[in-house]
């Protein structure tokens, strides 16, 4: 009896230590827009925090152009799954910065998707680096970690 309990304990801890290491390392999200970005238009950007493993894969290869037509829907479907944190740049813009607090620091995958006008998916999943430099620049975006 003592051995099966014994395993059980092993068997728990091993399961509450890979639950802990797959929880994202984001902590902050920094954000600079390149003066001519999107044809020198706002950027609308979110970050969007995962906590449900069955939505990961589709977040993984979803085009912002995806995200931003479905999103309201993607949330109302999944209340507790997703979290939503939505930004509106403005070409020439440093900052704002974002702190993952509270719930987010056990979001299981991260995601920045910014809206822009032109092709391409948009998309990064930033969840492996403790702080995340987001660099919007006149096409695209290019994903750095911060200078020291």
């Known amino acids: 009896m003592r051995a099966v309990l014994t395993g059980a304990v092993l068997a728990a801890t091993l399961v509450g230590c890979s639950l802990t ?11 600079e827009v390149a003066p001519n970005a999107n044809a020198d238009n706002a950027v609308a950007v979110d970050l969007v925090l995962v906590y449900d493993t069955t939505l990961l894969p589709a977040f993984a290869d979803m085009a912002a152009a995806v995200w931003f037509k479905t999103r309201d829907q993607l949330r109302l479907a999944n209340p507790t799954g997703l979290e939503v944190q939505s930004f509106e740049v403005v070409p020439g813009q440093k900052g704002p ?3 993952v607090e509270g719930r987010g620091g056990d979001a299981l995958g991260a995601f920045v998707f910014a809206n822009y006008d032109t092709p391409g998916p948009h998309r990064a999943r930033i969840d492996g680096l403790p702080a995340v ?10 994903v750095a970690a911060p200078p020291s």
């Not at 290491?21 to 954000?31: A, E, G, H, Q």
């Not at 430099?133 to 290019?142: I, N, S, T, V």
Request: aromatic share 8%; glycine share 4%; charged share 40%.
């Open 97 to 99: 910065r974002y702190a």
């Open 133 to 142: 430099l987001l660099r919007l620049g006149e096409k695209d975006f290019a």
């Open 21 to 31: 290491d797959s929880r994202i390392k984001t902590r902050t999200l920094d954000i």
